[in-house]
């Protein structure tokens, strides 16, 4: 599919409902968007398209609809537009997707305006301006396994009328720089996996060892407590690295991380550790 106008590629009416636009190779170089989804449209996927846009649209545009799926997709938006673009989209899986936002002036890897409670997993985002960029209300937004790289401003970054709480899970700033417009009240947590097993001296595995974690705060509750298994190993378990908002930042290490096991003599190994990254 090629347009240079203002045209939209593919488009989806008001109240289009659970319709799968798959494997589209789609060029643009108009103001239309690659693949537009309108309002009010529910249970829509789209997967396994590659959209190039060069104009000042958007390569997916997605509007006021609930459990959209975009799935393995490749969007590349050299003009002034962002890659995807949410406004008003909620309770979402956004997987295995790469988008690239190049433009100087303009544009995001992915925006969310007034979007709620989406889930991100496995995508790669890339820009030159955000990574990932929030607006409005945005809360319970989940990102997982995935990278946010801007090259030349915030991996992610929060207008001045965002609230919620946005959760990173195993995902890499690779710039390490996130942004808060003045009036933002939304709340940024940097969590990650923590796996953990346990054996004696001789390498023999323990099980029902239990397994407790602290962070700095001096907490008297536990960031986790957890039995091994018969393979020495507890559940993956979730730490906290930071949480961050407007004005400050929150910092939970080093964690204290705690092993005993109760047997005839209690065993009992305590470490400190960093967490940075999952382990």
């Known amino acids: ?34 693949i537009a989804v309108l309002s ?55 997987t295995g997707n790469f988008a690239f936002a190049r433009s ?19 995508n790669y985002f890339i820009s030159n301006g955000s990574a990932i960029s929030f607006a409005s209300t945005s809360n319970l937004n989940l990102v997982y396994d995935s990278r946010l790289n801007s090259t030349n401003g915030n991996d992610i970054s929060f207008s001045a009328t965002t609230s919620g709480t946005v959760n990173l899970t195993n995902t890499t700033l690779l710039r390490k ?26 390498a023999t595995l323990v099980q029902d060892a239990n397994v407790t974690a602290w962070n700095i705060s001096g907490s008297d509750v536990a960031a986790f407590s957890a039995l091994t298994g018969a393979d020495g190993r507890i559940s993956r378990q ?14 939970y290490n080093n964690y204290t991380i705690n092993a005993t096991k109760n047997i005839t003599g209690i065993r009992n190994v305590t470490r400190s550790i960093n967490i940075t990254s999952s382990i």
């Open 1 to 34: 599919i090629f347009t240079g106008s203002s045209s939209n590629g593919i488009s989806l009416a008001s109240s289009a409902n659970r319709t799968n636009i798959a494997k589209n190779n789609i060029t643009m170089r108009g103001s239309g968007n690659g």
């Open 238 to 251: 979730t730490l906290l690295e930071y949480a961050e908002n407007l004005t400050r930042v929150q910092y």
């Open 104 to 122: 100087n002036s303009a544009g995001n890897a992915v925006v969310l305006s007034d979007s709620n409670q989406n889930k991100f997993v496995n």
């Open 177 to 202: 720089t996130r942004g808060f417009a003045s009036g933002s009240t939304v709340l940024l947590n940097l969590i990650w996996y923590f796996d953990a097993y346990v054996e004696y001296n001789n």
């Open 40 to 94: 009010y449209s529910l249970y829509n996927t789209i997967n396994l398209s590659i959209i190039n846009h060069t104009g000042s649209g958007d390569g997916i545009s997605l509007n006021l609809g609930l459990n959209s799926t975009l799935l393995d997709n490749n969007i590349s938006a050299y003009g002034t537009g962002d890659g995807i673009s949410f406004t008003s989209i909620n309770d979402s899986n956004i």
